[in-house]
């Protein structure tokens, strides 16, 4: 799977080579090759360009080079070139110039430059999670103050070799042990962040994935406390209007992450039995409901909440007509 996709790689390199290099020959002057290896390369990173040439006149040739952008510095071989790329992506042209004194012949050949990480075939993916926030979580009424209990655990629509750290998108949602010992990508031991890094061939595929611990409380498939986790990472994640999983896709070098900012954001959302409700994009609402009201890792009681819009100013409340919070005990209610 990972040599096709080598191969694949080298195929796409010749052939945009193949139409990059063009050239302008006179007298008897050829320029028989001229190339940058690879001809993608990242941002402040470097390559190789050669250039072959003959003449039927004299063998002593000499090859100058100048870009569009980058750096180029000449080699002790004649006629190669060390090219470092600029600090912005883009495509650069290359022109090589070889003259015998009174023939000459230029062609030119293209690099692309891409941000930092695009280049390879493959996309680190660093899992991480900062158990420190998963203390006293409320779950339900009949768990209200849950605590995550070690060891902790992510599953999902992948698969991963622990020996070399190769995963894969696609899977039937096995689990593989996270860590906090420094090692796995986990950058301190003992901090309470899990972490467990892993290699994907990059792909736009989407894969959907969760956690799971040793609480002893358990709802489905997962401990009562992984299961709020996953539902507040939900509307937080690469794809929110997707409300089955938290979702990523292995498309570039990316740390998926849940800490402490991330369990702030999870508290501006409020959970209304089985309707969700974002003050901060809120537009022309008109809303009521009567159920449990809940807030990421804090207790909830029965509310009745009404909310009238609009809200044109997402920063400020002076557009908030009316808002009534009601305790299910009070005479209101």
């Known amino acids: 799977m990972i040599k096709n996709y080598k191969y694949l790689i080298a195929l796409i390199s010749v052939f945009a080579v193949f139409y990059s290099f063009s050239q302008n020959t006179t007298g008897s002057i050829k320029i028989i090759n001229l190339s940058a290896n690879p001809d993608v390369v990242e941002v402040g990173k470097s390559c190789l360009v050669s250039c072959y040439a003959e003449s039927k006149e004299s063998v002593d040739l000499k090859y100058t080079c100048k870009t569009s952008g980058g750096a180029l510095k000449e080699s002790i071989m004649a006629g190669d070139f060390n090219y470092t790329a600029p600090p912005k992506e883009g495509v650069y042209d290359i022109t090589m110039t070889v003259s015998d004194g009174k023939n000459s012949a230029v062609a030119v050949v293209s690099v692309t430059v891409v941000p930092k990480g695009e280049s390879s075939p493959y996309a680190k993916v660093l899992f991480t999670v900062d158990t420190n926030t998963l203390k006293n979580v409320f779950v339900d009424d009949n768990h209200p103050s849950e605590n995550f209990k070690a060891p902790l655990k992510i599953k999902g629509e992948m698969t991963y070799a622990e020996s070399s750290g190769e995963a894969q998108a696609g899977g039937s949602w096995p ?112 809303f009521k409901w009567g159920s449990f009201a809940t807030l990421y890792g804090k207790k909830a009681d029965k509310y009745q909440l009404l909310i009238e819009g609009p809200f044109t100013d997402k920063k400020s409340e002076s557009d908030l007509k009316f808002t009534q919070v009601l305790n299910e005990g009070s005479k209101n209610s």
């Not at 042990?177 to 595929?205: I, Q």
């Open 175 to 286: 689990s593989y042990a996270m860590f906090d010992d420094g090692s796995h990508g986990d950058k301190s031991a003992n901090d309470g962040v899990y972490s467990l890094l892993m290699t994907f061939e990059k792909s736009d595929k989407k894969v959907h994935f969760a956690f799971d611990d040793a609480s002893d409380y358990r709802v489905g498939f997962e401990s009562g406390i992984t299961k709020t986790l996953k539902d507040n990472w939900i509307d937080l994640d690469e794809y929110p209007e997707d409300n089955t999983n938290p979702a990523f896709a292995p498309n570039r070098d990316k740390v998926v992450a849940w800490d402490v900012k991330m369990a702030q954001k999870s508290d501006g959302v409020i959970n209304i039995g089985q309707l969700q409700i974002d003050a901060a994009q809120a537009d022309d609402v008109v």
